[in-house]
């Protein structure tokens, strides 16, 4: 199994600048990718971003130009940088964990999600 932490969540202007921290424990060896996805109040979940072992990287594009994610391998840790951030930027963000469980199967796993408020 992999635990995920987040951190970094908070209240901001708009236009402000938040970092999201995201920290894999447990069995960190079989995530193959990471990445955030957000869900506001009445909306579904959805993705703002992902990233590979490899570097390569993926955008909602609501979020191109001002969100960028990145990954430390060594530390187990995704990063999400916000710049710009927009009032419809507001949600709860999750960290996510996509691992090769072997034998063709893969498994899922879920931050508890931190809260991001964008307003003035």
């Known amino acids: 199994q992999v635990q995920l932490v987040e951190s970094g969540g908070g209240l901001v202007q708009p236009g402000g600048s938040l970092r999201l921290s995201c920290a894999a424990s447990g069995s960190t060896s079989s995530i193959i990718n990471m990445g955030w996805y957000r869900q506001a109040p009445g909306k579904q979940r959805e993705l703002v971003a992902t990233?590979?072992?490899?570097?390569?990287?993926n955008y909602a594009d609501s979020v191109k130009g001002r969100f960028t994610i990145s990954r430390d391998n060594a530390k187990n840790t995704v990063y999400l940088q916000m710049n710009s951030l927009k009032p419809e930027d507001t949600a709860v963000y999750y960290c996510n964990a996509r691992r090769n469980i072997g034998g063709g199967a893969f498994a899922t796993n879920w931050g508890q999600g931190t809260q991001v408020t964008v307003s003035s």
């Open positions: 990233i590979t072992s490899g570097g390569s990287t």
